[in-house]
């Protein structure tokens, strides 16, 4: 399984961005997806999550600007964002999580830079 996300970059404060995850190796269809974000000084932390089976969930720091989508017929994951804030500022990772064993994959991250 490899994961490359993009769509990152840099946007004004209040402004939107959308990252997209595209997944190789047969099983998105059946995986959940997440993404995940670091900024610089801290730990990772979770943004957001989708079931194979199509239900979100969300960080109460995103939950109301931040939309995670999935297309399966594009092996692709997506995090509309909105609203953002200076805050948002950090690398955003995508995670497959491959089903029944567990296993997690990650892809190499993209740069979301919010400027107030």
């Known amino acids: 399984v490899q994961l490359q996300a993009s769509g990152g970059g840099l946007v004004q404060s209040g402004g939107s961005l959308r990252l997209s995850c595209a997944a190789s190796?047969?099983?998105?269809?059946?995986?959940?997806m997440a993404w995940y974000r670091q900024a610089p000084g801290k730990q990772r932390e979770f943004v957001a999550k989708?079931?194979?089976?199509?239900?979100?969930s969300y960080a109460n720091s995103v939950k109301g600007r931040f939309t995670i989508s999935r297309d399966n017929a594009k092996n692709t994951a997506y995090l509309q964002m909105n609203g953002l804030k200076p805050e948002d500022t950090a690398v955003y990772y995508c995670k497959l999580t491959r089903p029944i064993i567990g296993m997690d994959y990650w892809g190499k991250g993209t740069q979301v830079t919010v400027s107030s």
């Open positions: 989708i079931t194979s089976s199509d239900s979100p």
């Open positions: 190796g047969g099983i998105f269809s059946f995986a959940d």
